[in-house]
């Protein structure tokens, strides 16, 4: 298993941008496809992104595509989600998870090992 933290969140204007970090312990980070999942008050968790083990392949929501880019470095055991063009919907929890599915699967049951998270907080 891996354990993940995210870090980065934080207040920002509406049209701003946020970078959120989501780094891994353990050795089989190179092994998992990781993804991107955000939980606004009242509302189920959604998906955001997510990508390959190799980087090779990344898949969005469409609420978020062309705005946020997801990323990872396995040498830093880290992955990334640079968000721009915020808006004040994109407020929520940010979580990143471990998938063992390599295709770039957007179910939330495909991804375990979840971080404490890290809030975003968007203003109009």
């Known amino acids: 298993q891996v354990q993940l933290v995210e870090s980065g969140g934080g207040l920002v204007q509406a049209g701003g941008s946020l970078r959120l970090s989501c780094a891994a312990s353990g050795r089989t980070f190179m092994s998992y496809a990781m993804g991107w999942f955000r939980q606004a008050p009242g509302k189920e968790r959604e998906f955001v992104a997510a990508?390959?083990?190799?980087?090779?392949?990344?898949v969005y929501a469409d609420s978020v595509k062309g705005r946020f880019t997801i990323s990872r470095d396995n040498a830093m055991n880290t992955v990334y989600l640079q968000m721009n063009s915020l808006k004040f919907e994109d407020t929520a929890v940010y979580y990143c998870?471990?998938?063992?599915?390599?295709?770039?699967?957007?179910?939330?049951?495909?991804?375990?090992?979840w971080g404490p998270g890290t809030q975003v907080t968007v203003s109009s």
């Open positions: 998870g471990a998938s063992e599915f390599s295709g770039g699967s957007k179910r939330l049951a495909d991804f375990h090992s």
């Open positions: 990508i390959s083990w190799s980087g090779g392949r990344t």
